[in-house]
């Protein structure tokens, strides 16, 4: 079911009848902006300054509704979430794996097989339409990379196969776009140009469906095997969302090139946030990101179809499976 955004400022959920409503706190009296069935909401996404009513946060604890909390410009913040899922023993194996060397590098190169095959689907699609030798030089970088993989003997070794991919991913997925959005590299912390902006947003919004998807299945988003073990990192729901990337990068790419966002929609910042998004633009944006997540797909193990965000489900208890088994044979989407 597709998550509820809101992203208007100075608003508030309230709950009247078992509905969730939204009003506008600005006009007097608060006139309703929305109003849907409480049964109805599985996540809600709340952008800056919107309430709550204490009935609102008991009512989406009580039905284990969660509600994530990101700043204005999508900056994650928080979580509300009701009661852990009842499966001590499954956290006790996966807590138990990351004491095992093996299981944790075949695991890692599973999620990062999985995400390099991605990335060169999508450049390879984009290729089909508009040869480029620029990206038929990346894809050959890409297929190296790939068989590279079961070489390596070590966590860090890996990760430096995944980090140079990726260099030379972006510089194919800068080949697909206008010259006129400045697009040079992927860099964040903070993204210095409009693509930047909009890819970080999407894969804000991504890693809190990846965490989202890891615990409903049971398992610690924080306890995870290729990302490192940080404070307040869902280190499992960042390896759950590795292959799942190109899917932000494909929205991203048919929002500029479409003109669905243009040059017009960003607005210069401060030194933290130098390139802002508008408010309208962002509304276009999620409408985009909502649209390829609720895109089926036939699962690869289930051999059903599935809205992407099921699949993240589905891919989220295949990780369990294999700590349940301790065979690391997680397989990816195969996305074509």
């Known amino acids: 079911m597709p998550a509820l955004y809101l992203v208007q400022q100075n608003t508030k959920i309230r709950i009247r009848n078992r509905r969730v409503v939204v009003e506008d706190e600005e006009s007097d009296p608060p006139q309703p902006l929305l109003s849907i069935p ?7 996404i709340i952008f800056g300054n919107v309430g709550l009513t204490t009935a609102a946060i008991n009512a989406f604890l009580e039905q284990n509704t969660e509600v994530i909390f990101l700043s204005q410009r999508g900056e994650y913040r928080g979580r509300l979430v009701g009661h852990l899922t009842p499966h001590v023993p499954l956290r006790r194996l996966q807590y138990a794996r990351l004491n095992e060397p093996n299981f944790v590098l075949e695991m890692a190169k599973n999620f990062v097989r999985a995400k390099l095959q991605h990335q060169r689907t999508l450049l390879l699609r984009h290729q089909r339409q508009n040869p480029s030798e620029e990206i038929q030089l990346v894809c050959q970088q890409l ?3 790939l068989e590279r993989i079961a070489h390596k003997t070590t966590l860090s070794a890996l990760i430096g196969v995944e980090g140079s991919a990726s260099q030379a991913y972006f510089r194919g997925l800068r080949c697909l776009l206008d010259p006129q959005w400045g697009f040079e590299e992927r860099n964040r912390r903070p993204p210095r140009d ?3 902006v909009l890819l970080s947003f999407g894969y804000t919004l991504l890693a809190e469906a990846a965490a989202s998807a890891v615990q409903v299945v049971g398992l610690d988003p924080y306890a995870g095997f290729l990302h490192e073990i940080a404070y307040n990192r869902p280190a499992l729901g960042l390896d759950l969302m590795e292959e799942f990337r190109p899917l932000v990068d494909g929205v991203v790419l ?17 030194d933290e946030r130098p390139i802002l998004l508008k408010h309208e633009a962002s509304r276009r944006f999620l409408q985009a990101y909502e649209q390829r997540l609720e895109t089926q797909y036939t699962h690869p ?28 044979t997680f397989v990816g989407m195969g996305f074509r």
Do not use: H
């Open 38 to 44: 409480l049964s109805q909401v599985e996540q809600v």
């Open 301 to 328: 193990l289930r051999q059903m179809r599935f809205p992407i965000r099921q699949c993240l489900i589905e891919q989220a208890r295949q990780i369990a499976q294999c700590i349940q088994s301790g065979v690391p």
């Open 254 to 270: 048919w929002c500029l090139n479409s003109g669905q966002i243009t040059p017009t929609d960003f607005e210069p910042g401060n």
């Open 194 to 196: 409009p693509v930047n």
């Open 143 to 145: 297929e190296q990379a």
